[in-house]
């Protein structure tokens, strides 16, 4: 299986994406790593799944990359979108951006509010990392997966497609998750 790691944040700034890369070697996944802006460049069948790293820079950066990451619509294996991936893939599908209403910060709380498989293994309650002023709202033909005391979208799901968005960084204290999501690329390609 070969995965691809997309870093939405500048090229100079790479921590989100690396710490995601970890983990994928930490699970013995064969990967690739690129800039956001080389998307143009992608062979998208090459790849059984594609996560969306978080990005420090606000403001601009949905509207900015939007022509980036059109593939989205596209692409049928499983997409995960984490911090600016969620905010990218949520207002490409029609959610408003929420610029600095649900602003989290540090170690919080998140609930399950619909079970599935990306959350295999974990409690309806759990600590994720926050590192966001901006949020999005839930978009037509999406399915509400979590949510916290601050933020309502805190995961998302496509209700026809393995596309899956989480505003919180699993990449620092739930790797668990980015696991359950390549198992959910193992079963996609069954």
């Not at 013995?28 to 062979?43: F, H, P």
């Not at 600016?84 to 170690?107: F, K, N, Q, W």
């Amino acid at each position: 299986m070969q995965l691809l790691i997309i870093n939405s944040a500048e090229p100079d700034v790479s921590e989100f994406a690396e710490n995601i890369a970890r983990i994928l070697q930490s699970l013995r996944v064969n990967y690739d790593l690129i800039n956001y802006s080389s998307c143009s460049e992608v062979n998208w069948s090459a790849y059984q799944g594609v996560l969306i790293s978080g990005s420090p820079q606000g403001d601009d950066i949905v509207e900015h990359h939007q022509p980036y990451f059109q593939w989205i619509k596209s692409f049928s294996n499983p997409i995960l979108g984490i911090c600016a991936g969620h905010h990218i893939t949520g207002v490409m599908y029609g959610a408003e951006y929420l610029g600095s209403r649900e602003p989290e910060s540090g170690d919080c709380t998140v609930e399950i509010v619909q079970e599935d498989p990306i959350f295999a293994g974990f409690s309806k309650h759990f600590t994720v990392r926050q590192m966001h002023n901006d949020s999005v709202s839930l978009p037509q033909n999406f399915i509400h997966l979590a949510q916290s005391a601050v933020c309502y979208n805190q995961a998302m799901k496509h209700s026809e497609k393995p596309l899956y968005t989480f505003q919180f960084h699993p990449e620092y204290l739930n790797p668990k998750l980015i696991e359950n999501f390549v198992a959910i690329c193992t079963q996609n390609r069954k």
